[in-house]
């Protein structure tokens, strides 16, 4: 956690912060989850990327501690591409489909967690700072120099 620094516009991720990724197909649900994690002191986002195909170059090119995905659907290809993510880093996701069979399908795919879109920001940035311990806790990930 806070081990990366990746170049955002012209400015470094402070090493105490937490490095967010936003994918998603849906601006809105990306710019109202970037607005309440720009209030946190210890999260920053870094980007974001309108469609999950492209995260996973995204996640090398910018070395996020953690990939928010808003997943709009839990068909077989939603599923492949979410698998794509989460061989690249920590991935919550944020989505509709928290029925018990969509929900075991999406931690198989390797998500670290998975927030209903009606849970409180709150339980989000629980997420979020919970798959960065995790995934700090035993490895830096292959998509990331160790600049630490």
Known sequence: MG????????????????AVLLVGPIARVRQGVRMRIE??????????????DTGPDTVRTLCPDVVVVNLVSDSVGALVSL????????????????????????????ASALVPMVSSPEELLDAIRRAAREAT??????WCPDVG
């Open 3 to 18: 081990s990366k620094l990746g170049a955002v516009q012209g400015r470094k991720v402070a090493v105490n912060r937490l």
């Open 39 to 52: 209030l946190e002191p210890d999260i920053e986002v870094v980007g974001e990327v309108g469609d999950s």
């Open 83 to 110: 698998r794509r993510l989460t061989a690249t880093a920590p991935v919550v996701v944020l989505s509709n489909h928290d029925g018990i069979g969509p929900r075991a399908a999406i931690m198989a795919a390797g």
């Open 137 to 142: 806790a035993g490895r830096v990930g292959p």
